[in-house]
């Protein structure tokens, strides 16, 4: 069973970084094609997809905010963390990580584009 | 990269069926087959419905069924039940490794 939990502070002022830390179980980040997932929901509004780490370390970020985010990973520990830079109010959300799984069939593994499951998000406010 | 459009919202009585319309662009839904739903109730966690366009994972009701036209994507969810009330969203893969999802549907069953 794939479980994943998303932890880190519930305040931050504006300016300040925020870091967020994914801790899952269930599947390891060092099998082939396999990542981890960060997507964040303000309150009475849309998901919006953040970044994204796979299992060599490769990563991918949200165009719009590209220059504030830094994912990273510690497959030992089963952790994903997320950084984000110069935190403003706007920036207000619950923020979820998810799982990007694989399917094998015949030795092929083909990386899955969905994410499944999430953790159960964790809502950071920015306010001083 | 701009957020997929999702009707604000759909309403059904139950047995009905809704359809959620997700319009994207040429670089992302129109691109590729790798549009998800995801269902979310309040306070809840989304969860996978559709994957792949249409593929359905194990557990969810074949009620729910998916499909793509050009640049937009379609959830329809046949013989609607009280417990599919809830938000949708669409997503997808937007090339260059990067997603993008819809702005979000509420689903009323009425």
């Known amino acids: 069973q794939i479980t994943l939990k998303e932890s880190g502070p519930t305040l931050v002022k504006p300016t300040q970084t925020l870091t967020l830390t994914c801790t899952f179980s269930?599947?390891?980040?060092?099998?082939?094609?396999?990542?981890v997932g960060w997507i964040r929901q303000p309150p009475g509004k849309a998901l919006e997809w953040l970044a994204l780490?796979?299992?060599?370390?490769?990563?991918s970020y949200s165009p719009s905010l590209k220059r504030r985010l830094t994912i990273t990973k510690d497959s030992s520990k089963n952790q994903v963390v997320l950084t984000m830079t110069n935190m403003d109010p706007v920036d207000t959300a619950t923020y979820y990580c998810?799982?990007?799984?694989?399917?094998?069939?015949?030795?092929?593994?083909?990386?899955?584009?969905?994410?499944?499951?999430w953790g159960q998000g964790t809502l950071v406010t920015v306010s001083s | 990269q701009s957020a997929l459009t999702q009707p604000r919202s759909v309403s059904g009585s139950p047995g009905q069926s809704v359809t959620i319309s997700c319009t994207g662009t040429?670089?992302?839904?129109?691109?590729?087959?790798?549009v998800s739903w995801y269902q979310q109730h309040p306070g809840k966690a989304p969860k996978v419905m559709i994957f792949?366009?249409?593929k359905r994972p194990s557990g969810v009701p074949d009620r729910f069924s998916g499909s793509k036209s050009g640049n937009t994507a379609s959830l329809t969810i046949s013989g609607l039940q009280a417990e599919d009330e809830a938000d949708y969203y669409c997503?997808?893969?937007?090339?260059?490794?990067?997603?993008?999802f819809g702005t979000g549907t509420k689903v009323t069953v009425l």
């Open positions: 040429s670089s992302d839904i129109g691109s590729y087959n790798y």
């Open positions: 792949d366009v249409n």
């Open positions: 780490i796979y299992w060599d370390d490769d990563k």
């Open positions: 269930g599947f390891s980040l060092n099998t082939s094609g396999v990542g």
């Open positions: 997503c997808s893969y937007a090339g260059n490794y990067t997603y993008v």
């Open positions: 998810a799982h990007r799984g694989i399917t094998v069939f015949r030795g092929v593994i083909t990386p899955h584009n969905w994410f499944d499951p």
